[in-house]
Structures are given as C-alpha cells and as structure tokens.
C-alpha cells in the first residue's frame, strides 16, 4: 500500500471534524486533529440550561434546503424535526432573517401598533435587499451598507408624518442593531456595501436541532478513529517550508508546535483556527511568516462579536403566541451617534429576544442578542450585575415594577474566549471577496513547489459565498480535504478497494 501522508488538522470545530472525516473515508490513515480546549465543537456549542438544551454559538440552519449540506447530514442522521422537512419549508426563503413580525414593548412599558411596525420592516427589508445588489452596480470601497441605509432613512424620512418620525428613527435604530447581530459587527458602517451580495443566502425556513446543534458535530466525528481527536492540545507555532525528522526515517516539510512542548511532524497541516484568533497570533503562528496579501486578507477582514443573553423567567410576561420581542428604546435614533460610556448604556444594543421553545421541554426562555463593542463590554460583568440589569429592563418594558426576576441567565463570551476572539467574520469596508479567497490559499502558493499544500486554511472565514455560517464551515473543510484527496489518487483507489 502506498504510504500515507501525515496530515496534521488544528481546530476541532466543524470544519476540521469535516475534513478529517472525508480524508479518513477517502484511505488517509494519518491524520491528527489537535484542539485548543476541551471539547470538540468550536463554535458550535449545546449547553443544558433551564429544563433542556440552548445553543450558545450557531442556532439555526440558515437556508435549510438540498443545497445546505447541514441540512443534507442533519436530514441524513434523522436530526430535524418533521416540520424542517416539509418540502414547502425547504421551499421558502427567510433570508437569515426571523420570518415573523416582533411584538415591540417601549422603554417606558408602551407598545407600537403592528401596522406602524410593519411599514418601518418592510422599508428596512427593502434596504437590505437593495444593498445586496450592489454587487454588479457602480459603488465605491469606501461605502458601506450602514451609510447606505442611513440615506434611505434620510430620504424616507421626508415623507413620515411629523408625529411618527421618533418611534421610527427609534424602531429602526432597533433594527440596525438586530444586523449587527447578524452580520456579527459593531456597526453595519463597518460592513462593505460593494460585496455585500456575495454572501450567498439559501432556500428554505430557518431551523433548529431538537436534540442540539452538537448531536451533528457528534455524528460527524463518530466514524474517526479514537485518538485522532486531541483534546486541550493548543498549537503554538506552525513551521514550515523546512524539513523535520520524524520518528520514522522520513523527513517531513512541517512541524507543529504547541503549547505544551508537544511537537508534530506532517506532510500538510490544515488550519481552521478562527479568523479572530489569527487576528491576534498570525505574526508569530506561523514561521516562515505568511504572505503579505495573507496577512492584509487577516488585518482586513472583519470578525465582530455577537453574543446571547438568555433569560429564564417563571413564568412568562409575553403572550403564547409571540415569538420575537424586540424592545424600542425611545430616544435612540439611527441619526444620533449612540453614547460612548458603556457602563450606563451597553443594554441600549440589546434589542431583539427570540422566544425560545417549545416550552413544554425548555421553560420559558427569551434569548437576547446584542453584538459590538456592547456586547464585548457585556462580557466583563458579573452574573448578578447581568441578571440586576435583566430584571430592570424587563420591569421597563412591562410598566410592572413587581415583575419577578428572571430565574437564572446564561450569557455567551465569545469575544473572551482566547481560541476564538469573537463570533463570526464578515467583509469589512476596506476589504473585500477576494480576501476571503485569499485566506484559501494553500501555502507553498508556488505552485511547482517541491513539496506543495503544506499549509492549508479551512474554517468559516475562508468561504467567499458562505462564510459567517456552519455550512460555510462544513464546505471549507471538505474543500481541504478534496485539495489532499486530488494530490494522492491512489489512497482513494486503495480505500475504495478495501470497502
Ligand atoms: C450558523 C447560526 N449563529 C451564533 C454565535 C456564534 C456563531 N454561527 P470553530 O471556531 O468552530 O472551530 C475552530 C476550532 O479551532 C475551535 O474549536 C478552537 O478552539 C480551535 N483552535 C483555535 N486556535 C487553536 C490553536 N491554536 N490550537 C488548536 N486549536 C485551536 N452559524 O450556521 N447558524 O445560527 C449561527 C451563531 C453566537 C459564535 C454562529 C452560526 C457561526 C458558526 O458557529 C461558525 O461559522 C462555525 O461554527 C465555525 O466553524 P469553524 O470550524 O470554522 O470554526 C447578508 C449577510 C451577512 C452575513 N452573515 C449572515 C449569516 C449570519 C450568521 N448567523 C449567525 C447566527 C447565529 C445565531
């Protein structure tokens, strides 16, 4: 049998799991998967919490439809629940967007009537739609999809009645911190307007794991050999381009180091470590140093910080059929610059909670989103300084004083996580497509190389159409693996044989 490559994967979350696991189906026998913490998952991550199970990284299958391989694997394992595959479901688009209309509570304990609230969404998702066409019409680097839609408002706003101007600019300044969410960004004047409409959105209704987005990535990693995940195994180092001794009398182009003193020679390494991390180590992660347009892809690019806050409560204030709360807070404005002291005004970006369900199995959960530097803010308090401000602003938004406290919170901190450094990437103004590309790019980039692909680059952020998602993740690592599979047809034909 031909002898097979030593293959080195660093980060265990979806897209590493994926790629080893298409490599070992494909014959590669030598394969590592070395993991910073103690679990498996990354960002994909099923807490038990009030009577069941929240996810306190990726929620949703976003576009659950044949084209989405979450969807295929989740379907393929029995993981959905029979409504996720109606076919009428996999039909409809919802756009990463909650399909339903928010029921909104005021700052001061009002409410806003639903067909004022509609008029305001539906402009807003016209804006949106909009900024996703500027991919092939004329804009310019420096314009972004929040300066965009600020002159929509402005414009817009010539038209509104005198007397519904404030809730508008109000609501709408709600509504642009809920993009935030999903773009994962401080500020939509962060998020390019150009390529905006690269990311590529799929068919099919929003939805979730019943039994937790982690049974998949349980599933997915079940067929690998024991002992080829490595668990609390953070890399320090990744040299390449040079040659290493291993244990055997081969002479390997990469070494990996890590933290622990640990070494690990190989063939090819794929790296999935989160763009937020490479943020903070790329200059001495790697050695020789990776390519100047690698590290400008790297400094360019945009990961933000998204985090849940969720909120138990005994009993519930909304009523049954409300699935979406979103909180107006009066005087904000998309106009007005919000106010910098975090301290006073962090709860200020949290303005959308997602019913959580089914009660029956969770309790009665709400699940805040709020991203930014709020969010990051958020992540230096205390639990009881969370659950003080939780029960202050839901005593606020009810008029009721006597509201009970929530029972318990459960917040996310992605943005302190040391092997993360944030949620998710997005194409900031000053970078563009192309750099997501870039960061695909397999290294030696000379293609005649000697000894080519010793440094491959998975995760997220390296999916031009779908980074930012799981699926977007998934697709990376089995484009690695497939780049390894290409290079040694014969381990293929000898897997094949073996069947
Ligand atoms: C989705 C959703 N979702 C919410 C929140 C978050 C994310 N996403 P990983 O990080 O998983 O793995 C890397 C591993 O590497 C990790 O285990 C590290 O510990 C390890 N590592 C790092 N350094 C190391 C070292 N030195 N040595 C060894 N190991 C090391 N996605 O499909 N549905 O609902 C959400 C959400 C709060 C944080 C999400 C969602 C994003 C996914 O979770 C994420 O992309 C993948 O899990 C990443 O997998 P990976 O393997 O690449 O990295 C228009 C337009 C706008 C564009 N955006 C629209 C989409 C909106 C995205 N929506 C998100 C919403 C939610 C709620």
Known sequence: APPSPAVVIVGAGISGLAAAEKLHKHGFQNIKILEATGRTGGRIYTQKYAKGLVEIGAQWIHGPSPDNPIFQLASQFGLLSPDALLEENQKAYGNNHPSDMPVVYTSSGGNISAAALADIM???ITWLEQARNFTNSRCGPEDSVGSFILQQIVNSSQEWDKELVDTNMALLRGLLNMECCVSGTHSMDYVALCPFGEYTMLAGIDCTFPTGFESLVNRIKAPLPSGMVVLNKAVKRIDWNGSFQGNDSHVYPVEVQCEDGDSFVADHVIVTVPLGFLKKQSADFFSPELPTSKMQAIKNL???????ILVEFEKPFWDPNTTLIQVLWEGDSPLIEPKEDLKQNWIRKLSIFVVLEPPAQL??????????????????????????????????????????PPVSILRSQ??????????????AVGSSGDDLDN???????????????QVLFGGEATERNFYSTTHGALISGRREAQRLIDRYPQLGVTASKAK
């Open 414 to 427: 992605w943005y302190s996580q040391p092997y993360t450094g944030g949620s998710y990437s997005y194409v």
């Open 439 to 453: 960061l695909a790019e397999p290294l030696p980039t000379d293609k005649e190389a000697l000894k080519p692909l």
């Open 302 to 308: 945009g990961f933000g910080t998204n985090n849940k």
């Open 363 to 404: 309790g009665h959960v709400l699940c805040g989103f709020i991203a930014g530097k709020e969010a990051e803010f958020m992540e230096t308090l205390t639990y009881e300084e969370i659950l003080s401000s939780m029960t202050d602003l839901f005593r606020r938004i009810t008029g009721n004083p006597e509201l009970p």
């Open 122 to 124: 539906g402009l807003f």
